[in-house]
């Protein structure tokens, strides 16, 4: 069975940086497309970043060159590194799995910023 489970969310002030892990297990995540959405309350949720089993990464305009993902084929884990973070980067944290027309999702971690 297929499990993904976030960590590392927190407060922060701005300015600050977190880093998020997203530990998959039931699959070996180095060659999966994972991903990480965010959603803030009342607004929907929108992608952040993506890894892709060939190693390219890809990031939504507002975070490019703040956030950076990578992967640990060895720990099964994928990581969200954000840097300069801004009170609008305030969000639920996911992380997502497409697989074989299934959307596996984590619990989700909380991150605020905030002085």
């Known amino acids: 069975q297929v499990q993904l489970v976030e960590s590392g969310g927190g407060l922060v002030q701005p300015g600050g940086s977190l880093r998020l892990s997203c530990a998959a297990s039931?699959?070996?995540?180095?060659?999966?497309?994972i991903n990480w959405y965010r959603q803030a309350p009342g607004k929907q949720r929108e992608l952040v970043a993506s890894i892709f089993g060939s190693g390219r990464t890809n990031y939504t305009d507002s975070v490019k060159g703040r956030f950076v993902i990578s992967r640990d084929n060895a720990r099964n884990t994928v990581y969200l590194q954000m840097n300069g973070l801004k009170p609008e980067d305030t969000a639920v944290y996911y992380c997502n799995l497409p697989y074989y027309g299934l959307n596996y999702w984590g619990q989700g971690t909380q991150v605020t910023v905030s002085s």
């Open positions: 039931g699959i070996a995540s180095s060659y999966i497309d």
